[in-house]
C-alpha cells in the first residue's frame, strides 16, 4: 500500500499516519519532520526551510522535490509508505508521479482526503497552549489545565505558539486551499482519491481509511 494523505493542519493527519504506520506495517514520510529536523541540526537545507516553515508559507516546489528524491533514491528506500505533507500541490504530484514512474517504481495506490470544515480546525488548534518550562500540552476544549493559564505539572503561566494563533490559523487554511483544492481534484480525476471526514474520533477515521482504500484491518 502507497497512500497519500491530504488535509488541513488540525485535521489529524499525522495520528492516522501513524495508525497507518504501525498496523500495516508502512513506512511513514512526513517532509514537515524531515524539514523540521534540518532546521534543528542547522544544515544548508534546514536554513532555506526555516523562513518559509516560520511564516507558514509553502517551501517552494522544487526544493521539498529535491528532499523527497533524495529518499527514494536511498539503497533503503521505502516501498510500502504513507505520505504525510507530500504532495502539497499539483506541480509536485505531478513531479512525483514522474519521478516514480522514471525509477521504475510502483505508483501511487490512493489520495485520501481528511475533510474538516475551517471553523473546526480553528477550535481545535486555536484552543492548544504549551508549558514553555516543562513543554507540558493542554487544549482548553478538551484538556485544560486545572488553573486557567498555569500548568498543572510546574506552576509556570502558559503560552501559545504563534503558529496556534487564529490569525496564524486562518492563514495556513487559506494557503492550504489556495494549493490543495486542485491537488485533490488532481487524484479524483485520476481515480484515486478517496474522502474521508476527519470530524470523528480518531480510530473511526481509520476504521473508514480503510475501508475507502480497502486495505485489511489488523
Request: net charge neutral; charged share 30%; hydrophobic share 40%.
Amino acid at each position: 500500500m502507497r497512500l497519500v494523505l491530504v488535509g488541513p493542519p488540525g485535521s489529524g493527519k499525522g495520528t492516522q499516519a501513524k495508525l497507518l504506520t504501525e498496523r500495516l506495517g508502512l513506512t511513514y514520510i512526513g517532509t514537515g519532520d524531515i524539514l523540521r529536523e534540518a532546521i534543528k541540526q542547522d544544515t544548508p537545507t534546514g536554513r532555506e526551510a526555516k523562513p518559509f516553515l516560520d511564516s507558514g508559507r509553502l517551501v517552494p516546489d522544487d526544493f521539498v522535490n529535491k528532499v523527497v528524491a533524495e529518499l527514494f533514491r536511498r539503497p533503503d528506500r521505502p516501498g510500502r509508505f504513507v505520505l504525510d505533507g507530500y504532495p502539497r500541490t499539483v506541480t509536485q504530484a505531478d513531479w512525483f508521479d514522474g519521478f516514480l514512474a522514471g525509477e521504475r517504481l510502483p505508483a501511487l495506490d490512493a489520495a485520501v482526503d481528511l475533510a474538516i470544515a475551517d471553523d473546526v480546525v480553528v477550535r481545535r488548534i486555536g484552543g492548544r497552549w504549551i508549558c514553555p518550562n516543562c513543554c507540558a500540552d493542554y487544549n482548553v476544549a478538551n484538556m485544560p489545565p486545572k488553573q486557567v493559564g498555569v500548568c498543572d505539572n510546574c506552576g509556570t503561566k502558559l503560552t501559545q505558539r504563534v503558529d496556534d494563533r487564529e490569525e496564524t490559523i486562518r492563514h495556513r487554511l487559506a494557503v492550504f486551499h489556495a494549493a490543495a483544492d486542485d491537488l485533490i481534484e488532481y487524484y479524483r480525476r485520476q481515480g484515486k482519491l478517496h474522502e474521508v471526514s476527519a470530524e470523528d474520533a480518531p480510530e473511526a477515521i481509520y476504521a473508514n481509511i480503510l475501508r475507502a482504500v480497502r486495505a485489511p484491518e489488523i
